[in-house]
């Protein structure tokens, strides 16, 4: 896998939390700064966290 083959999940959504989290993509302030230099091993790891606090971030369904 190729760095050009691991998309930046930018919407162009840029606006930080209080936590330094993007609301658009939900990565931190650093991941977002260190994305172009990063080896795929780190943009991997870099879009799972992204992940995680994007599902965390959503209010649980009704029951």
């Given at each position: 896998m190729t760095s050009a083959s691991l998309q930046s999940p930018c919407i162009?959504?840029?606006?930080?939390?209080?936590?330094?989290?993007?609301?658009?993509?939900?990565?931190?302030?650093?991941?977002?700064?260190?994305w172009s230099a990063a080896r795929d091993e780190v943009k991997l790891i870099i879009l799972e966290r992204a992940k995680q606090r994007k599902q965390a971030a959503r209010p649980p369904l009704p029951q």
């Open positions: 162009r959504n840029c606006c930080l939390n209080d936590n330094d989290i993007c609301v658009g993509c939900y990565r931190s302030l650093q991941e977002i700064t260190q």
